[in-house]
Structures are given as structure tokens and as C-alpha cells.
């Protein structure tokens, strides 16, 4: 941290703090040379900006301005070749950014869209969180459970899905103005099959803010094997957020032409570049949607007719599934989480 004594400093010590790390504070950036190239991210007070350009410094990834001064931010942003956080309002991901650069280990977070409509993305992207959540035989201690992130203000809860539309905790009306460093949320959350859940509750759809979203989704990654976000397939910046936090994109395809012409369409609209097919049902060889649509293909999906019933039943995907669909979403549970579950 190159900083003077202050109010920004105070703000990033707070932010090491909480997320159990350790900063070497730099007040002379005349002294910067060696923590340069070694540290995990440098982080630049606004008003230390000239002086640490005025060094020629290598250019290295990492490195990020810090300030409220917005102007003196985007001043020296290319300079530094860096990446601006506005305070306070870019708190929470101050707290992201500090989280990735340390190195510590970290549940993947994975995006769930799906390629057209009724395609079972939300299905999908619930029975992965709550397989996920399962512990198989001989996966190493850490976290436990996963999570599911409902993003999708017109989808109508993904709660409901798992048949935990009663079942208290706190919602996204409630979550909506979190900020910064959060703790372990697991305790406030509906919990479904060891599964906690962040929905969306019944009523006026809520604004979702992309600062929120960041906070909540870091604090999960803490504490869950696994973290789920679904999507849905609007252009919010709630949505792209959730893509941009996102190490994984699956995009749920039916088997079909219309299906493959419509995922092709929803990767260019949301801008999805690290898209990976999973394709249901059967239609069109995987190679053939893999080469319609312009992604690859990650996984296959059988078709599931008994799905819609259990829904209806509040009956959560993975205990309403045949086991075909069971194994299927098992074993890409097992490949994104690297737990090696095997596909069926």
C-alpha cells in the first residue's frame, strides 16, 4: 500500500483486516522498488499517483488506484496501467480485489444462463448447488456447503425451486445495501440441502446495485465449496456483474437449431467470453451446437420431464431427478469444484 497517513489508508488497513491479510504501507515511493515485483496487488493512494509513475516503474499486473477523487483517479490510470476503486462506493470491491490477489484458496464462482427460454437453466443451476454441496468420499476438509445466487429479478425466486419459499433468512430487499468486507453469512441465509440461498423475494422487483452482489458473492466464496450465481438473460448491470465475477459461464442450450441460434445470440448480446455449453435433450450432435453457437461444449444434459412436476411440489431438482440427470449434474458438480466426482 503506497500511502500517507490518512483517511484512505485507514480505509484499505480496515479492508486488509477483514479479509486476514497483511500490507506493507510504503509512504516514499522512493522505497517502492522491491515490494513492486513482489507483492500479491499494489494498491495507490490518489495523491501518491505521480510520484509512483514519476519512478518508471515496470509495468506489472495488479495494481490499482485508490481515492475519492475521481478525476485524479482516471488522471493517472493509464500511466500506472491501472485499475481505479473509487471510496467509499467501491468498497466492496476493494474487498474482491484484495481477496483474489491473495492467493488464498477460494470457491469457484459459476454462472448459469440459459441459451433461450425453458431451457432449465434455473433447474440446472439449483441441482448443481445443492450436488455441490454434497461432500464426496475422499474430498479434502475446507468448506462446506455451497451457494446459490438468484439474480434473475424476473424469475420469480429461485427459492421457490427448492421448496424453501417459507423457510426464513434473509432475502435481496435485505441484502441490497451491503457493502465492503462481509463476514459468514451462513447463518442469516434460507439453507436448502446444505445449500444457502440468496433470492429474490415475492413482490416489486428489486434494484440491484453491482457493489451489493460483489460483497455477498466474496463473502460466499469464503465460506461454500461451490457458488452458483443464475443469471437470467437480461442486460442489468446486476447480470453483467455477476458474468464478470463469474470464473465459469455455462450456457444451457437445447439440442435444437432454434436452441443453438438462440444461445449464439444470448453469448454476443451479454458479451459472455468464457461461455460453455451445456446441452440438453436430444437434437443435434454437440459438435454441431458447439460449431452453431461458437463455444465449446462442456457437458451433456438428458432431458428430465419429471422436473416440472417436483417443482410444482416444492421438491428441490436433485431429490426430484431420475438418477440419469442426477449423475450428469453430479459430474459437473465434480469437475468445477475438482472434487472428481465421475459423470454417469
Known amino acids: 500500500m503506497v500511502a500517507a497517513p490518512g483517511e484512505v489508508q485507514d480505509v484499505v488497513l480496515a479492508a486488509v483486516a477483514a479479509q486476514d491479510l497483511a500490507a506493507e504501507v510504503v509512504t516514499d515511493p522512493e522505497l517502492l522498488a522491491g515490494q513492486w515485483r513482489s507483492a500479491g496487488t499494489v494498491l495507490v ?92 468420499s475422499g474430498a479434502a476438509a475446507g468448506p462446506i456447503g455451497s451457494a446459490l445466487v438468484d439474480v434473475d429479478s ?58 451489493p452482489l460483489a460483497a455477498i458473492v466474496g463473502a460466499l466464496r469464503a465460506w461454500h465449496r461451490l457458488v452458483v450465481v443464475d443469471t437470467g438473460r437480461s442486460q442489468t448491470s446486476a447480470t453483467r456483474e455477476a458474468l464478470r465475477l463469474a470464473g465459469r459461464q455455462l450456457v444451457v442450450v437445447a439440442s435444437g437449431v432454434r436452441g443453438a441460434a438462440a444461445a449464439r445470440q444470448v453469448v454476443e448480446v451479454l458479451g459472455l467470453d468464457r461461455a460453455e455449453l451445456v446441452v440438453r435433450g436430444r437434437g443435434l450432435p ?50 468445477l469444484t475438482g472434487t472428481g466426482q465421475g459423470r454417469g
Do not use: F, K
Request: aromatic fraction near 4%.
Open 45 to 136: 493512494a490518489a495523491d501518491q499517483a505521480g510520484r509512483v509513475a514519476a519512478r518508471a516503474l515496470p509495468h506489472r499486473a495488479g495494481v490499482y488506484l485508490v481515492g475519492a477523487d475521481v478525476a485524479q483517479l482516471s488522471e493517472w490510470s493509464a500511466p500506472l496501467a491501472a485499475q481505479v476503486i473509487p471510496l467509499p462506493q467501491a468498497g466492496a470491491w476493494l474487498g474482491s480485489v484484495l481477496a483474489e490477489g491473495s492467493g488464498r484458496a477460494r470457491a469457484p464462482v459459476v454462472a448459469v444462463v440459459g441459451g433461450s427460454g425453458g431451457v432449465g437453466a434455473s433447474t440446472l443451476a439449483a441441482a448443481l448447488a445443492q450436488l455441490a454441496a454434497e461432500n464426496p
Open 154 to 211: 424476473l424469475g420469480g425466486g429461485i427459492d421457490l425451486l427448492l421448496g424453501a419459499e417459507s423457510t426464513g433468512g434473509w432475502r435481496w430487499p435485505r441484502l441490497n445495501a451491503a457493502e465492503g468486507q462481509l463476514g459468514d453469512l451462513r447463518h442469516h441465509l434460507p439453507v436448502v440441502d446444505g445449500v444457502s440461498v440468496v433470492a429474490m423475494a415475492r413482490g416489486p422487483a428489486p434494484d440491484l446495485a453491482r457493489e
Open 286 to 335: 454437440a459438435d454441431v451446437v458447439a460449431e452453431a453457437v461458437g463455444c465449446p461444449v462442456l457437458a451433456l444434459l438428458p432431458n428430465e420431464p419429471g422436473l416440472v412436476a417436483a417443482a410444482e411440489r416444492g421438491e428441490p431438482p436433485a431429490r426430484g431427478a431420475r438418477r440419469r440427470y442426477r449423475r450428469a449434474v453430479a459430474g459437473l458438480a465434480g469437475e
